[in-house]
């Protein structure tokens, strides 16, 4: 099965900014919503933000207005711009898609990209 590949992870200092690519060319499954997540060591996966396939996002408190999403649809590519990073951002970032965005199971997890956050 293919998988949804991420990448732009990297370390940077807390006030710093980097994009996240998301990779969709080669998955074949419905990509309606697409979302980001993220996973910190000894904590649970937390949907940081998603997004439409018509561009309407959502984010979680704990990145709204730090964040944003974006997709594009020609490119079969997903965004994370991610400006004022703090260190309890730092997490392994995936992204998944849904044939819905209050749907319960996203699909097509990838390997994942690291961001690191310094203090």
């Known amino acids: 099965q293919v998988q949804l590949v991420e990448s732009g992870g990297g370390s940077v200092q807390a006030g710093g900014s980097l994009t996240l690519s998301c990779d969709a060319s080669?998955?074949?499954?419905?990509?309606?919503?697409m979302g980001w997540f993220r996973q910190a060591p000894g904590k649970e996966r937390e949907r940081v933000a998603s997004?439409?396939?018509?561009?309407?996002?959502n984010y979680s408190n704990s990145v709204k207005g730090r964040f944003t999403i974006s997709r594009d649809n020609a490119k079969n590519t997903l965004y994370l711009q991610m400006n004022s990073l703090k260190p309890e951002d730092t997490a392994m970032y995936y992204c998944?898609?849904?044939?819905?965005?209050?749907?319960?199971?996203?699909?097509?997890w990838g390997q994942g990209t690291q961001v690191t956050v310094s203090s």
């Open positions: 997004i439409t396939r018509g561009g309407n996002p």
């Open positions: 080669r998955y074949t499954a419905n990509t309606y919503c």
């Open positions: 998944a898609a849904a044939s819905l965005c209050s749907a319960s199971t996203f699909r097509g």
